[in-house]
């Protein structure tokens, strides 16, 4: 790199910093006019690093230097409201997604802490097998690959689980599927 280049980056680092001074109380009611006051600092923010980055284009003239940092900042915020747009439309698209409706009330003649205090004693892999297929309604095969184990392996701590909670809740009501108890009625 030669000296003239070094000087001229210089040159450039201290018009950009200068303008950037400047203008930035007028950038920034720029922006709080025409964005929610709280997002205003972080697209000026935004103006600012863009700037920075194309700092070998701004014009020398500050009256031009002063256009050029607006017009980032035209093009800044039409880029957030873009974004604020799109997150709104992915906020709307989840909450519809993930709104459910409530569980159906399960009679379990008192048998709730009961249920909770057995699964609860259960080993931490078991558990987590049982609280996601009674609980949290996945299959066995779907709680397997969120618990990061294999279907057969997830079977076999199930089926131990099942006996484990059977024992234990045996004497809740003779009879009773344990399904019952864990709080859900099993998937068809």
Known sequence: MTRRAVAGGADHDRSAEDAMRINAADLLAYLVRRLDPQDAPDVLGTVFATAWRRRADLPTDPERARMWLFGIARRST???????????????RLSDALRVDPAPVVD???????VRDAVAELPARQRELVRLVHWDGFTLTQAAEI????????????????????????GLRPGARTDHHLGVVPSR
Do not use: F
């Open 108 to 114: 379990r003649d008192d048998a709730g802490p009961a």
């Open 147 to 170: 618990a990061g184990i294999r279907a057969s392996t997830a079977r076999t701590h199930y089926a131990r689980a099942r006996r484990t909670l059977e024992t234990a809740l045996g």
């Open 78 to 92: 039409a880029n957030h409201r873009r974004s604020r747009a799109r997150a709104d439309a992915l906020t709307a």
